[in-house]
């Protein structure tokens, strides 16, 4: 099984995809970009792709969310990750001695607070957390710092100058892993995620959302994006607190076709463990300011 992530080794989808394979053999292959992760998995290179969708501090990852509206892929499997941001260094430091630091564009969003702190430090996105930490590895300046988790630090042979970053010390990640479109067969799925369009004439989403109150069936999540080729018209995700093969969630998928100009069932999946959270702490230092 070979499993398709954004990034380089250490990033946290390689996390999701140690969660996904269950103990199972597996391999991972990283790719630079979101889009070119998606079509390996169309053009055959890859058997899954992890997709982060979702995080706790700093909502849904619309990079990911848009790039699922038109797929020929079905969502197999929802994992929830633990993100324990940390700032790293290539050697130990004082918190004054740092000039710039780089990750993720999403991880400088979760711990904005924390970097607010030091206003003396430069903040640059890089292309993700891991790779972010193999940039400092092999950069001649010393005053650079990166944020990754700390396996990543151990991984790449960097120093935690301060671990627990995040301005929510309960922030967690949501992945879905996909592979190609193929019929979904009920094995007692409890969760499901469609993207839908209809006419915008009033009422259109009041018209959606009753049929799902008709059915009894609750929504989980439901967020509207914009349709690229529609300039300010929209299209909606919805999580759907039951699977496929439920005989009321399959009544309200059929009423939709009728007042839906597209609807794509981008899967049906067991819900992922959301993990633990007891004992967390918040803004550990290991190192003097």
Known sequence: MLIGYQGVEGSYSTVAC?????????????????????????????????????????????RTIDLMKYLDVTATDEI????????????????????????HPEALEQCYTYLSQYPHIEVNEYMDTAGAVERLKYAEDKTIAAIAGSHTAELYGMTVIQENISDNPFNTTRFLFFKK???????????????????HSTGSLSDILNIFKKHDTNLLYLMSRPIQTKPFTYGFFINIDNGIGNKKLDMALEELKGICTYINILGSYHKGKIPAYKGVLQNETAFNS
Do not use: C, W
């Not at 260094?89 to 780089?102: D, N």
């Not at 019929?183 to 369009?197: D, F, L």
């Open 18 to 62: 140690q969660k996904f394979s269950g103990g199972n053999n597996y391999q991972t292959k990283g790719f630079l970009t979101f889009r070119l992760l998606v079509d390996a998995l169309l053009h055959d290179e890859v058997d899954y792709i992890a997709l982060p969708v979702e995080n706790s501090t700093s909502g849904p990852i619309t």
């Open 80 to 103: 929830y990750v633990k993100i324990d941001h940390a700032l790293i260094t290539k050697q130990p430091m004082k918190l004054s001695q740092i000039t710039k630091v780089y990750s």
């Open 181 to 199: 479109k193929e019929p979904i067969v009920n094995r007692g799925q409890n969760k499901t995620s469609i993207y839908v369009e209809a006419n």
